[in-house]
């Protein structure tokens, strides 16, 4: 599968930003689909995962109740939606999918396929 993210740019804090990840190739619906960060000098950090339908989503304690990822089947695109965005959510954010049973893999490494990644910057 292809993926695309989108969406990415220079916010201020508490400000938002809705991510989008586009995929050809397959369907969304039949993979899971995560969002994982990575800031320089960091390792890469799950942020947020939707299993395949019906599903189930789970995010990083960080990010829970400021971030929401959904799914638009009929546009193939996964999104992300970050609100309340601070200095520590500064990252490069890549879309990434996991085939199988559709599950969300506990290390970010197992995910299949991978996009080239979208740069989000909080700074006031």
């Known amino acids: 599968v292809q993926l695309v993210e989108s969406g990415g740019g220079l916010v201020q804090p508490g400000g938002s930003l809705r991510l989008s990840c586009a995929a050809s190739?397959?369907?969304?619906?039949?993979?899971?689909v995560g969002w994982v960060r990575q800031a320089p000098g960091k390792e890469r950090e799950g942020v947020a995962c939707i299993t395949r339908l019906p599903p189930d989503t789970y995010y990083t304690d960080s990010v829970e109740g400021r971030f929401t990822i959904s799914r638009d089947s009929a546009k193939n695109t996964v999104y992300l939606q970050m609100n309340g965005l601070n200095p520590e959510d500064t990252a490069s954010y890549y879309c990434?999918?996991?085939?199988?049973?559709?599950?969300?893999?506990?290390?970010?490494?197992?995910?299949?396929?991978w996009g080239q990644g979208t740069q989000v910057t909080v700074s006031a």
């Open positions: 190739g397959s369907h969304l619906d039949d993979l899971a």
């Open positions: 990434a999918t996991k085939g199988g049973w559709g599950l969300c893999p506990r290390d970010v490494s197992d995910y299949d396929d």
